[in-house]
Nanobody, 121 residues
Framework: QVKLVESGGGLVQAGGSLRLSCAAS????????MGWYRQVSGKQRELVARITSGGDTNYADSVKGRFSISRDNAKNTVYLQMSSLKPEDTAVYCCNADIIRTPTMHRSAYWGQGTQVTVSS
């Protein structure tokens, strides 16, 4: 069993900052790429940022220069530091991780339950 648990969402004024965390736990042999996605009701889920186990990152154009993704491999945790937040950043943010489980050593994609981020104008 593998579980991803997010924390850190909430309500913030435009221009403010939030830090999201997502911790993976369970029967984990290795955690490969981890990322953050967001979804607004009625719209398609979109990639916000992604980071490989080696630390390579990629970002959606809409968040470049404002958001920063990082990870702690020892803790199987990924972070998303969000700054200069805008009302259009309002969404449910979900973390995703490619995890190889023990003892099967099978790779699967896992998702957290999501955390609401609301940016007021």
């Amino acid at each position: 069993q593998v579980k991803l648990v997010e924390s850190g969402g909430g309500l913030v004024q435009a221009g403010g900052s939030l830090r999201l965390s997502c911790a993976a736990s369970g029967s984990i042999a290795r955690t490969d790429a981890m990322g953050w996605y967001r979804q607004v009701s009625g719209k398609q889920r979109e990639l916000v940022a992604r980071i490989t186990s080696g630390g390579d990152t990629n970002y959606a154009d809409s968040v470049k220069g404002r958001f920063s993704i990082s990870r702690d491999n020892a803790k199987n945790t990924v972070y998303l530091q969000m700054s200069s937040l805008k009302p259009e950043d309002t969404a449910v943010y979900c973390c995703n991780a490619d995890i190889i489980r023990t003892p099967t050593m099978h790779r699967s994609a896992y998702w957290g339950q999501g955390t609401q981020v609301t940016v007021s104008s």
